[in-house]
């Protein structure tokens, strides 16, 4: 049987990205001997001018660690992370607050600067260690707990070990504001045990007992019960997402008190809800909005899908890069694939340098860190181009 109009367009399309690909490969290969990675020497070839703040920071990781045939040069891996970080991207401004410190020290007013540029943007580490210069009064000479607090609880959300176990402590010794409260100590307590790979044996020891702990293993269920019983806002969240398989309204009502107080996550899955089960896409976006502002990469990431197929809103491939370039600055992997497919449609032409090589980087990044709807594109061309052979 043939293959209707569409599937013979789509075999063409996949035949062409395949191809040239392949093509790619070839323009880029180590002509050089400089690095036998064909998407970094993409990056070294090209003018900076035309480069964005992701391609100058991965060429800034990779000088520093030395990878892909390159030389370890810490001096051009912090030039390049400088670059990155005046362009706004966000670990790049990280990493350039950290080698400040090395410089100087950590409370110098270039240091500061940078971290506050980094945890505006939602970078944890960032957000940890402005929290603890607000704590300790290094800014304008003023401490602010309140903005210390928030930076803390910001960061733990996002995962950030350090800052979980911070919150724990908090809430233990009733300290900076907060009333003593056990349930919640323990819950952020394991967030930080969790989020360390349990490997911690010392938050464990200091803060469960025999009683915290079934066959063993730590009785998260009745963890996480206690800190929502609480009022804990991210352990309504948590509790949300193990309903969401069986029984979706269980899992919207409890995301829906968690959202109302205060916690981002759960306004990225109402959003998620809101678009598949509702097709309200409307409601979705105000949820993301509310969420992206924050550096919420998930929130972000789908923002920038909203404008770029026009879900709810007009179509704007201006606002979509702009949240999605957000969402690429933190690493995020799906953020990653969106680039990749606007720069493979030519739809940033007007935007940023819009280079069909560049979406074939990102598409092979996102491939590389498991995200199924890149390594699906891969494949298909792939076996595209294994037919035609």
């Not at 402005?130 to 910001?154: C, P, W």
């Not at 979980?164 to 056990?182: H, K, M, Q, V």
């Not at 993301?288 to 404008?307: C, N, R, T, V």
């Amino acid at each position: 049987m043939n293959n209707s109009p569409l599937e013979q367009n789509q075999k063409a399309e996949e035949g062409f990205f395949g191809k040239l690909f392949r093509r790619f490969l070839e323009i880029y290969a180590d002509k050089n001997g400089v690095t036998n990675n064909p998407c970094l020497s993409f990056i070294l070839q090209a003018d900076e001018s035309e480069l964005i703040a992701d391609e100058l920071f991965s060429a800034g990781v990779a000088y520093q660690n030395g990878a892909y045939f390159l030389p370890k040069d810490l001096d051009k891996a912090a030039s390049y992370f400088r670059k990155a970080a005046e362009r706004g991207h966000a670990v790049a401004q990280l990493f350039t607050a950290m080698a400040c410190i090395q410089q100087y020290d950590d409370h110098n007013d270039e240091v500061l600067y940078w971290l506050q540029k980094a945890a505006e943007q939602g970078e944890p580490q960032a957000m940890y260690n402005l929290a603890i210069s607000y704590h300790r009064g290094d800014i304008n000479g003023q401490v602010d707990i309140e903005k210390s607090n928030t930076l803390f609880r910001m960061a733990a959300e996002k995962g950030y070990p350090a800052a979980c176990s911070r919150l724990a402590i908090i809430y233990r010794d009733g300290t900076d504001g907060f009333e003593r409260d056990i349930a919640k100590a323990k819950f952020w307590a394991f967030e930080s045990y969790a989020n360390n790979k349990e490997d911690d044996q010392a938050i464990l020891d200091a803060f469960f007992t025999e009683d915290d702990f079934v066959d063993g293993k730590l009785n998260t269920n009745k963890i996480y019960d206690n800190a929502a019983a609480a009022g804990e806002p991210h352990a309504l969240y948590h509790i949300g997402n193990a309903y969401a398989k069986e029984n979706i309204a269980k899992a919207v009502e409890l995301w829906t008190k968690a959202a109302e107080s205060g916690c981002l996550y759960a306004k990225c899955n109402l959003a998620v809800y809101y678009r598949q089960e509702k097709q309200d896409y409307e409601t979705a976006n105000k949820l993301l909005e509310d969420a992206a502002k924050f550096g919420i990469e998930d929130a972000q990431d789908m923002l920038a899908e909203s404008y770029y197929y026009g879900l709810g809103v007009e179509k704007d491939v201006a606002k979509a890069w702009e949240w999605n370039e957000k969402a690429v600055n933190l690493g995020f992997t799906p953020a990653r694939y969106l680039l990749a497919v606007m720069c493979l449609q030519n739809e940033l032409t007007e935007i940023i340098p819009d280079k069909v090589y560049r979406g074939l980087c990102y598409m092979n990044q996102a491939a590389e860190d498991d995200y199924p709807l890149a390594i699906e594109y891969l494949k298909k061309h792939n076996s595209t181009e294994s037919d035609a052979d």
